[in-house]
């Protein structure tokens, strides 16, 4: 009882600093032109902007639902584009429906006559962070740091869920674990003490320059990612490394006519350590992502598939969400770097699946491992 007293006044342990100025920010789009390709946020966040949308599209961001429109993170609005989201009245409307798409070259005309001022950029930038967390000696290993922060879409129940489910194993396995929601633990001398980054159904563009290009050469150099659910279901992404590198797959959609179905997961290499004593296959109730890319086509290591014969893979508006062959989840290799990804994990109740547990546990040990030969240099 009293290691893991140690271990919980570590977790707690995230005193911030001073922040800097928020003029010196360098958050990704900063200083972007508005057009159709600008997060439907920073949209949102200019009165002129908002006006020059209203002009082609009347009534369009006020008849948002209030999840979609919000000014303040978590919002859909952080992961969509203005295109995104115009499209989405043609896409999703009823079967047999016709709706024409907007005029995109009228949008970006409009957009283009409001001007990018130093108040747009400082709205744009306070949804990232610059003050440094401040982490207190963790005994045990690996050292992994647990990222919470979420600009997007959050799905308060399942990063609940999880949160707990890895705090549960970092006591059961003597990891030393620390927690954090800001995207400033992403500095060079932060990041270097840890062996792996679980981001927890993160949503949303959360990382300023300097801390992506602080996160990439982490894990090109020999760092260990563990991500869950959400942190690879953005319709958008502002980040093409993120999600074509390190990912390695867009996400496409999911089922809504039900949004949860059971249906098979399969064991597809057996051999992978997370993949350790688990059944050939298995039912699970969830919300089953589809992708726009086949993974194992840009040399993931397919660690499950999913059995599209037991459940129903169409969107809404029967969109087909088919793939074929259905990766649900993979690892690869990120330079020297290892990536693990599972697309399970919606419903909070998954992270008490003792399946789904021991596959997480185990890649948590498997990413954090620099001493194995899954990922060389080369």
């Known amino acids: 009882m009293k290691r893991l007293a140690i271990l919980t006044v570590a977790l707690a342990a995230l005193i911030a600093l001073p922040a800097q100025a928020k003029a010196l920010v360098d958050c990704p789009l900063r200083d972007a032109p508005y057009s159709s390709a600008s997060p439907l946020m920073d949209i949102i966040l200019n009165p002129a902007a908002s006006a020059a949308m209203d002009k082609v599209m009347p009534g369009m961001l006020k008849g948002m639902p209030p999840t979609f429109a919000s000014k303040t993170p978590p919002s859909f609005a952080a992961i969509l584009t203005v295109r995104e989201a115009a499209g989405m009245g ?29 108040a747009d950029r400082e709205a744009r930038c306070a949804r990232y962070d610059t003050a440094l967390p401040r982490i207190g000696l963790l005994s045990g290993h690996p050292r992994v740091l647990l990222f919470e922060k979420i600009n997007g879409f959050k799905d308060t129940p399942s990063v609940n869920a999880a949160h707990a489910a890895f705090v549960a194993m970092a006591q059961r396995k003597g990891w030393a674990l620390a927690i954090t929601d800001q995207g400033s633990a992403f500095s060079p001398m932060i990041l270097r003490r840890f062996d792996a980054v679980i981001w927890n159904n993160i949503s949303g563009d959360v990382l300023t320059l300097s801390q992506r290009r602080t996160f990439q050469s982490w894990m090109e150099n020999g760092g260990g990612f563990i991500g869950v659910h959400g942190t690879a279901g953005d319709p958008v992404y ?21 949004q949860f179905q059971t249906a098979k997961v399969v064991l597809g290499d057996s051999t992978h350590p997370a993949a350790k004593g688990l059944p050939a296959s298995w039912d699970v109730n969830d919300e089953w992502y589809s992708f726009k890319n086949d993974p194992r086509a840009n040399g ?22 088919r793939m074929g062959d259905h990766p649900i989840v993979w690892s690869r290799c990120v330079g020297r770097g290892r990536m693990f990804y599972s697309a399970i994990g919606h419903r909070p109740e998954r992270y008490s699946d003792a399946n789904y547990v021991k596959m997480l546990e185990q890649a948590v040990d498997w990413a954090a491992d620099r001493t194995g030969s899954d990922c060389p240099a080369k």
């Open 238 to 258: 502002f980040w093409d490394w993120y999600v074509d590198t390190l990912i390695g797959a867009r996400f496409k959609g999911h089922p809504l006519n039900p």
């Open 300 to 321: 993931s290591r397919i660690i499950a598939t999913l059995d599209e014969s037991t459940y129903k893979p169409e969107g809404m508006a029967g969109q087909n969400l």
């Open 90 to 118: 043609a896409r999703y409307a009823p079967a047999g429906t016709k709706v024409a798409m907007p005029d995109m070259a009228r949008i970006d005309a409009e957009l283009a006559k409001v001007p990018v001022t130093d």
